[in-house]
């Protein structure tokens, strides 16, 4: 069965410093991706960033990026230069059998990690 | 391009009484997904429609029911409910390439007393 472990509940960083949420994940399926979402106090789940396990680089999106470690099977989030509108809830997730297009859609999310952004 | 939109934000009922919670995903998203979010379980799969059909469910009880309608938007339905099902409620839209992300929605916030 597929799990995510996200070992950090809460994170501090200071404004405008680099920070990392960890992430690693159990699966024996060779086909999966992983998602990082954002969910501030409102509620809504917001998408940051995508890896997939055959990609050969790791992912970047504006100031996420995730430093992919297959052979650990870590996904860890890198938020550089923090906001203190990136102060929320991050959660790290994971699809399987990513082989079959249109195919059944399950997302398994880890506990999520609290990070609040000081001014 | 208007996102998920769940209605209504806010629920409060009784417990034995039955709730529906609607939602219409991203225009031409036919995948939808529901996830129930508390605070002990975090974030647990209910189920997924596409194109009408249910195509994956999770591990919760046959009260917890959904359907999807032909212009993709969908509603779950839960009966008698329980205290324990006090929860947010996200929705979830996706495209078919494989690589899409999920599209949540607001939520609906379910307070059962």
């Known amino acids: 069965a597929q799990k995510i472990t996200q070992t950090q509940p809460g994170m501090f960083v200071q404004e405008k410093e680099a920070v990392t949420l960890d992430c690693t994940y159990d699966?024996?399926?060779?086909?999966?991706?992983l998602f990082w979402y954002k969910q501030p106090s409102s509620g809504e789940m917001i998408f940051l960033i995508y890896?997939?396990?055959?990609?050969?680089q790791n992912a970047t999106e504006g100031r996420y990026s995730l430093n992919f470690q297959k052979a650990r099977k870590s996904a860890n989030l890198v938020i550089s230069a923090s906001q203190l509108g990136d102060s929320a809830m991050y959660f790290c997730?994971?699809?399987?059998?990513?082989?079959?297009?249109?195919?059944?859609?399950?997302?398994?999310f880890g506990k999520g990690t609290k990070l609040t952004v000081n001014p | 391009k208007a996102g998920v939109t769940q209605t209504p934000r806010y629920l409060i009922k009784t417990r034995g009484q039955q709730v529906t919670l609607s939602c219409s995903p991203i225009?031409?998203?036919?995948?939808v997904s529901w996830y129930q979010q508390t605070p002990g379980q975090g974030l647990q799969f209910l189920f997924e429609?596409?194109?009408?059909?249910?195509?994956n469910k999770g591990n919760f009880p046959g009260r917890f029911s959904g359907r999807q309608f032909s212009n993709s938007r969908s509603e779950m339905n839960v009966s008698t409910l329980e205290l324990g099902d006090s929860a947010l409620y996200l929705c979830?839209?996706?495209?078919?390439?494989?690589?899409?992300?999920?599209?949540f929605g607001n939520g609906t916030r379910l307070t059962v007393t």
């Open positions: 225009s031409g998203h036919r995948s």
């Open positions: 429609y596409f194109s009408e059909t249910q195509r």
């Open positions: 979830a839209s996706r495209s078919e390439l494989m690589r899409s992300p999920l599209h």
């Open positions: 890896q997939g396990s055959y990609d050969q």
């Open positions: 699966t024996s399926d060779p086909s999966y991706g």
């Open positions: 997730a994971m699809r399987e059998s990513l082989e079959t297009q249109g195919g059944s859609e399950k997302l398994v």
